[in-house]
């Protein structure tokens, strides 16, 4: 069902007809409605906590200039149809998720290489700085996709999390059929030995309950948003396997139609909830942990050593994932280089 955003105030309604017409006709044009297609549902924390904000965070700076029409849960698509959703013109801002349109956005897989950063606001603020206007994400994905990015949601590392299978040593891995979102999680999970199932988040809970998936990688605030704890017993809490990135996108096309006022309005929104959503997720970490707990979901560790093996095998994962874009004429180390140094800065 569509949700209109017109104050702070959750879903405070749309504008009546009787009202409508006591504005002036030059209050009328200055007012912007934008459609947001979503395919997450509002439980989860990137649209939930994020994109709320940065919808609330822009009708409050425009005065209520700026009304937004929600369809959330794939109401208007899939995630891997987000971006041509935006390029069509169904919806203004789109949530995009790389890892599902790797075809569009095979440099964004920078995000997802394990073991690069842990937090969400570190990998959220080397992103916002590489998806801007002349760095290097921007220019070689975003602009000729004919979309920018207004908010940045990276999360933390994804854990191995298993349905019944305890993981305790690096044999452990070895056979287990595991969701991942793709991209450089299936390099990944080839590394440890196991099978790579590329799969999209709606699509998990299925292939769990039925036992096709011996688990995933999957972040831990993520876990009860997408009512995967009455089918997962163990996680490893000493392994990142890499992390996942959401954008909320305007279209380039619709962009350039707004006015230069209402463009910043969105950037500062953008801005403000790409924080606010990444110091959620960091705040939250633990109080999840504790959560999934009490729900029979328990943390196992892989001894030092083994967990510095992992660890060290990554630099081959980072090594093949940029050589397999430069092949295909896609500045991959480039991108790597520029991830490591803003994550560092």
């Known amino acids: 069902m569509k949700k209109t955003f017109s104050t702070l105030t959750p879903l405070a309604g749309a504008m009546t007809t009787a009202a409508a017409l006591t504005f002036s006709s030059a209050a009328t044009a200055d007012t912007v409605t934008l459609r947001v297609a979503d395919w997450m549902p509002e439980t989860h924390h990137i649209a939930g906590i994020g994109g709320k904000a940065f919808m609330d965070k822009a009708v409050e700076l425009s005065n209520g200039r700026i009304k937004f029409n929600y369809f959330p849960a794939e109401q208007l698509g899939k995630a891997k149809d987000s971006l041509q959703i935006a390029q069509t013109g169904i919806a203004d801002i789109v949530n995009i998720a ?28 080397a992103l916002e700085m590489l998806t801007s206007p002349g760095n290097s994400l921007y220019e070689h994905e975003f602009k000729p996709n004919g979309v920018r990015v207004l908010f940045t949601a990276a999360i933390g590392a994804y854990r191995v999390m298993t349905a019944n299978k305890e993981v305790n040593t690096l044999d ?44 995933v990688f999957w972040p831990i605030q993520s876990v009860q948003p997408w009512g995967l704890q009455n089918d997962l017993k163990h996680w490893v809490s000493n392994v990142g396997v890499g992390s996942f990135v959401a954008y909320y996108a305007i279209s380039e096309k619709k962009w350039r139609q707004l006015p230069a006022d209402i463009q910043q309005i969105l950037q500062e929104a953008g801005t403000y909830a790409s924080k606010f ?6 705040n939250n970490e633990e109080k999840e942990i504790e959560a999934l707990k009490g729900l029979g979901i328990q943390p196992t560790a892989l001894s030092d050593a083994d967990a510095q093996a992992v660890q060290q095998g990554y630099a081959d994962i980072y090594q093949s994932w940029a050589d397999g874009l430069e092949k295909r004429r896609r500045p991959g180390h ?3 280089k520029d991830f490591q140094a803003a994550v560092n800065q």
């Not at 599902?100 to 950063?117: D, H, K, M, Q, W």
């Not at 959503?277 to 960091?282: A, I, N, S, T």
């Open 334 to 336: 480039t991108i790597l």
């Open 98 to 125: 790389p890892a599902y349109i790797t075809e569009r956005f095979p440099l964004s897989g920078v995000a997802e290489l394990p073991g690069i950063y842990e937090g969400a606001c570190n990998g959220t603020h």
């Open 277 to 282: 959503h990444c110091e959620y997720v960091d």
């Open 172 to 215: 452990d891995f070895k056979g287990l059929k595991l969701r991942t979102a793709g991209g450089p999680m299936d390099q990944t999970a080839a590394s440890l030995g196991a099978v790579s199932i590329r799969m999209a988040g709606p699509d998990v809970l299925v292939s769990l309950s039925r036992g096709t998936l011996d688990g």
